[in-house]
Each structure stands twice: as C-alpha cells, then as structure tokens.
C-alpha cells in the first residue's frame, strides 16, 4: 500500500498570519525523506491554502510524485498544464465548503470532464477521477479514459455503529474490486486516520492512500517525520 501525504494543512497554518511559515515546501521534503510515496496538494479556485508559487516550488522540489487536486476550472487546468504535474485529481469544488464533500458526480459533468480529461493527458499528465464508490461513478470514470480514481472514504470515515461501518468497507471492497477489473488503478481518500486507516489499508486492489488533515494534525504534537511514520507502519 502507498501513502501520497496531501500538505495542504501545512499552507493553512501559515495562511493563519500570511507570513512564510511554516513551509509546505518543507514540509513535501521532510514526507519524502520520511518514505511517503507521493505529494498531494489541492491548488483550490480561492487559493485559501495552497497558492500558485507553491505549486511552482513543489514541482521542483518533489522527487516521489506531485498529485495535484483540482478542479475543472479553466484557469486551474491552465495552470495544471504549465506545471505539470505527475498526477492530477480532479475533484469537486464549492467555495463555501470546508473540504472536498462528496465525489464527482461524473454522469452530470461528463461533458466537461472529458474535456479536462484529454486537455491533462495532452500534456502527459496522468488523470485521476475522485468518486464516490458507486458502481455508475465507477463504470463512467472507465468510459471517460483516465487512467485511475480515487474513492472517497468520508461516508466511511463518518459512520457511527459496527453495521454501518461494515456496509462502508463493503461497499468500498466492491468498489475496489470492479475498479481493477475495469483495468482502472484504485486510490482512496478523505477522513483517513490513525485508529480507522488499517482495514481500509487491508482492501485489495487499493493501492494508495491518500491522506492529509490526521498528519498534518499529529504533526503539531509529535513532528512531521514521526507522524508520517507512524502513519506508514499503520498502512504497509
Ligand atoms: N483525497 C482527496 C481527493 C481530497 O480532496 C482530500 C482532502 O483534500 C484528501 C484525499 C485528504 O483528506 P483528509 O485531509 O481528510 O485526509
């Protein structure tokens, strides 16, 4: 299992003075010297964290590989084309929103996301779709030629109760497994953290986590590298 470690949450606390620290720059080194496998960062519409020079050092300091979430907004997939990163996820964005909330919903946007889709990959970038885990989400992000996606785990994050929280691993194991069988890559993603991560980890034909606010979050107490660490022995 491979761990991408989304530093978005590093950007936000020095958005909290708009001064230069900390540094996500820094931050992306420390997770890959720690042994994360990937970089994951959100460049949103109102850049309330990450912003473009970030986004600009980030590729050139990462070694590993740079997955950049983003919407499909044309000014972001201008940018997405000019920095190249390795990956890009697209996900669904609403200015008033915490987080990413819910999937893509690639039935009503198919339009738009397939263009978005050719424009990244004629550039050489390879192309994510973050969903939900539903079988029509699922067969639509095949027909729409990325190469991977990414299912959210926040309805399984989320759930009270033993019942509940098995029908989420379920519905996450067949997801997983009709993703493979249409010959798609399979990453995971959202409310991952220390005491839930192990079994979604265990799921066959996940193959990366990606995880950000429980790090970043643990960081604070006990430091970057021990954080992803601890985090890399919980998911490998
Ligand atoms: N994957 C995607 C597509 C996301 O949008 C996010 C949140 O930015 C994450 C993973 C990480 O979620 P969390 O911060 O809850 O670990």
Redesign the pocket.
Request: no cysteine; charged share 10%; aromatic share 6%.
């Given at each position: 299992m491979q761990l991408?470690v989304?530093i978005?949450?590093v950007a936000t606390l020095r958005q909290a003075r708009k001064i230069g620290i900390p540094d996500p720059i820094q931050a992306a080194e420390i997770c890959e010297r720690t042994g994360c496998d990937s970089i994951?960062c959100?460049l949103r519409e109102d850049r309330r964290h990450i912003n473009d020079s970030d986004l600009i050092n980030l590729r050139r300091i990462v070694k590993t590989r740079l997955n950049l979430?983003m919407s499909c907004a044309q000014e972001i997939v201008e940018i997405a084309c000019k920095v190249l990163p390795d990956q890009a996820?697209l996900?669904p964005e609403r200015r008033e929103e915490i987080?990413?909330e819910g999937g893509l919903n690639l039935v009503d946007h198919q339009n738009r996301i397939k263009e978005v889709v050719a424009t990244l990959r004629s550039c050489g970038i390879r192309v994510?779709l973050?969903i939900d885990p539903e079988t029509t989400q699922i067969e639509m992000a095949q027909q729409l030629g990325v190469q991977s996606i990414?299912l959210?785990?926040?309805k399984y994050?989320d759930c009270k109760g033993e019942d509940e929280l098995k029908r989420q691993l379920e519905i996450l194991k067949k997801s997983a497994g009709l993703g493979q069988r249409l010959g798609l890559k399979v990453?995971?993603?959202?409310?991952?953290?220390y005491e839930n991560v192990k079994t979604v980890a265990q799921i066959q034909g996940i193959e990366e986590?990606?995880?950000?606010?429980?790090?970043?979050s643990r960081a604070v107490f006990v430091g970057l590298e021990n954080a992803v660490k601890k985090m890399l022995a919980l998911i490998k």
């Open positions: 991408g989304n978005d949450h994951v959100h979430e996820t996900v987080t990413t994510s973050f990414e959210h785990t926040g994050a990453f995971a993603g959202h409310g991952l953290n986590l990606n995880i950000g606010h429980s790090i970043i």
